[in-house]
């Protein structure tokens, strides 16, 4: 994507180069000077790009201030312009310090993403930047590239829709991570489901024509160790809501009910190609929620592999009933630690609008862990209370638990219904991405992505 050039001169020809705006090091000050301006004659914009007026062979100069590649909101009109650039450009790396390549390379690999492939004209092209430098920069480069393009695959499943992308094609994507060193994904089928009494999972797959698949990454970077991370992300291909159907204004943009699945694949992309010393694992239950001829009614009654029943009151808090198998089986298979992701709730979004994603544990180090990570990467991160009485909303006159409480809370009841699926002893953190995963302006976001990752590399 990006082609390394041995040396550049000013006086090559070259559309656009692009340099720090910072005037304390002698690659830009040289471009600066060559154009015959001030530095102080530019304005405070994160980005700026300026006629070369025949001073030089190229025709344009693009300042970035370096500062803002690590600011969440400025670092957006930086990607913009870079995506705005035309073919045949140069990034000057030696005008940038050290620290900020990585998130630089991060912002340029970002700025290539298109979701076009729908588009039958009027295709913007990504425009093949070149960079050169003096200094070896080969690693800082490399975890930029890698953070940018795990972003982009979650941004580009999130935002393919449900009759390109269903559960036995996410699987077929997940699979394809068997590429990577220390990789290895397995698919489970229905029937391998059913063995495993996966019956909150499979009812909701109940009025789907499409197969359910139960998917399994691991990635072994420590083989010296037992402890292993298990990231499950809810993989609700499509959720109309079943007989409990969403209406016209809620259900578009429930393509994006993946969000979690494609927010740890992205995850555990960026952890294994960076070679992370940890044992992640990423455990998906996929399927779309729909009406059907078999489709699942309120009354009915599941059992989830824990042997917990649960009746159903809503056919549109489907999520959590995924996520109750998708969690017994983490822990069946060794997770010592379970971070769970998931849009799970309209009611984060009631509380927290798309600023932060809602995050639950039950046990308050590793959040704090997990906090660290999120402001290492400039991600924000809120945590939501587990109360008594949002557990007791969950009481059920015919089973174990009802899937659904309240008018208030909902957030938290969805959580409290999570937590009874984890071990009382086993570190568990629920984040509720409903709100921060996907708008109806750019589309997926791919937040958290770089967070869970910084947990680990
Ligand atoms: N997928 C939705 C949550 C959602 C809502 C995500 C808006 C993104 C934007 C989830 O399955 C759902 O329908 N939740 C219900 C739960 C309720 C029935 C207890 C909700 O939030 O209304
Ligand atoms: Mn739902
Ligand atoms: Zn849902």
Not at 156 to 174: R, S, V
Not at 306 to 328: M, P, Y
């Amino acid at each position: 994507m990006f082609n390394k050039q041995e040396t550049f001169k000013l006086t090559e020809e070259k559309k656009t180069i692009i340099v720090a705006k910072q005037g304390d090091n002698p690659v830009s000050k040289m471009v600066i000077e060559s154009l015959g301006i001030h530095l102080e004659d530019l304005n405070d914009a994160s980005f700026s790009k300026v006629q070369s007026l025949g001073k030089i062979p190229a025709k344009w100069v693009v300042f970035i201030n370096q500062e803002d590649l690590t600011n969440n909101k400025k670092v957006k009109s930086i990607t913009k312009g870079l995506a705005s650039l035309k073919e045949d450009s140069v990034v000057l790396l030696d005008s940038f310090k050290e620290t900020t390549i990585t998130p630089l390379f991060e912002t340029l690999t970002k700025a290539e993403y298109r979701f076009n492939k729908f588009k039958t004209e009027d295709k913007p092209k990504t425009n093949g930047i070149a960079y050169t430098t003096t200094k070896n920069l080969d690693q800082a480069i490399h975890e930029g590239i890698v953070f940018g393009e795990a972003i982009n695959h979650t941004r580009e499943l999130i935002n393919t829709p449900y009759n390109y992308l269903n559960a036995e094609k996410l699987a077929e994507y997940a699979e394809a991570l068997n590429s990577i060193p220390n990789v290895s994904v397995k698919i489970y089928e229905k029937s391998d489901c059913e063995s495993m009494n996966m019956g909150a999972f499979l009812g909701v797959n109940k009025g789907s024509t499409d197969a359910p698949k139960l998917i399994h990454v691991t990635y072994t970077g420590n083989s010296d160790s037992d402890e292993q991370t298990a990231l499950v992300g809810k993989g609700v291909m499509y959720d109309t809501g079943g007989y409990s159907l969403k209406t016209p204004q809620s259900m578009p943009s429930m393509k994006m009910d993946m969000g979690g699945a494609a927010t740890v694949l992205g995850a555990i992309e960026a952890i294994a190609r960076l070679e992370a010393k940890a044992n992640v694992s990423v455990v998906i239950a996929a399927t779309d929620n729909r009406i059907g001829d078999n489709a699942v009614v309120p009354d009915d009654i599941l059992t989830s592999a824990k042997g917990l029943t649960i009746e159903i009151v809503s056919t549109d808090a489907e999520g959590r009933l995924t996520l109750a198998d998708a969690l017994w089986f983490a822990q069946e298979k060794g997770a010592t630690r379970l971070i769970d992701v998931a849009t799970l709730t309209g009611a984060v979004v009631a509380a927290l609008g798309d600023a932060y994603t809602g995050a639950f544990t039950n046990n308050e180090t590793f959040l704090n862990e997990l906090q660290q990570a999120a402001k290492e990467v400039n991600e924000d991160i809120w945590q939501l209370p587990i109360h008594d009485k949002y557990r007791e909303e969950l009481k059920s006159f015919s089973a174990d638990m009802t899937n659904k409480g309240g008018r208030m809370a909902g957030a938290s009841i969805a959580a409290a219904f999570l937590e009874k699926f984890v071990d009382n002893d086993r570190p568990w953190i629920h984040l509720d991405i409903a709100g921060s995963s996907y708008n109806s302006k750019e589309g997926a976001t791919g937040r958290i992505v770089k967070t869970l990752a910084k947990l680990f590399v």
